[in-house]
Nanobody
Framework: QVQLVESGGGSVQAGGSLRLSCAAS????????MGWFRQAPGKEREGVAG????????YYTDSVKGRFTISRDNAKNMLYLQMNTLESEDTAMYSC??????????????????WGQGTQVTVSS
């Protein structure tokens, strides 16, 4: 079955950096879009970044453009999110997600159907 396991979260001061990782298994990894989503307390889950099957096309929500970078390693079945210049507003549980297909990779909920358990990111100001 599809398994997605995140790691790399933690506590950091504003302006700092973190790199999240996601290990995928149970399916043919390179056939599917991948994405990162986050959910802050009391808020709905929102899409942060998405990446195409080959990794050449990426999408970002406006609030993280220029600060976050999504990437994937299809040989290792791994997904990454490099987060720089972190802000207190970035505090949330971050989850990686598998797309429903390889065609629509924008990080919108309707295009994804599997999520990992998540890793907590806390940014203090």
């Amino acid at each position: 079955q599809v398994q997605l396991v995140e790691s790399g979260g933690g506590s950091v001061q504003a302006g700092g950096s973190l790199r999240l990782s996601c290990a995928a298994s149970g399916y043919f990894y390179s056939n599917y879009c991948m994405g990162w989503f986050r959910q802050a307390p009391g808020k709905e889950r929102e899409g942060v970044a998405g990446i195409s099957t080959g990794g050449s096309v990426t999408y970002y929500t406006d609030s993280v453009k220029g600060r976050f970078t999504i990437s994937r390693d299809n040989a290792k079945n791994m997904l990454y999110l490099q987060m720089n210049t972190l802000e207190s507003e970035d505090t949330a549980m971050y989850s990686c997600a598998r797309g429903r297909s390889g065609g629509y990779c924008y990080p919108s909920l309707e295009f994804y159907n599997y999520w990992g358990q998540g890793t907590q990111v806390t940014v203090s100001s």
